[in-house]
């Protein structure tokens, strides 16, 4: 699963945040904004690779 990552940046002296999985990124104004887009990413990418987990376990023959 990749890494979800928020790294704290200083533009034109404002604070943002930024929300990183591998290359992609997003910027927030707000803190909360991007802790709260960061833990559903992370939930939703979680989600995403158990399913492709249990599809690869149903699709091997017995």
């Known amino acids: 699963m990749a890494d979800v990552r ?3 940046l200083e533009r034109g002296g404002q604070r943002l945040w930024q929300v990183r ?3 992609r990124a997003l910027t ?3 803190e ?3 802790r709260a887009f960061a ?3 992370h939930m939703r990418l979680g989600w995403l690779d ?3 987990n249990s599809d690869d376990k149903g ?3 017995t």
Do not use: N
């Open 6 to 8: 928020i790294d704290e």
């Open 21 to 23: 999985v591998g290359r």
């Open 28 to 30: 927030f104004h707000e």
């Open 32 to 34: 909360l904004a991007a």
């Open 39 to 41: 833990a559903q990413l």
């Open 50 to 52: 158990q399913a492709r």
């Open 59 to 61: 699709s091997q023959p």
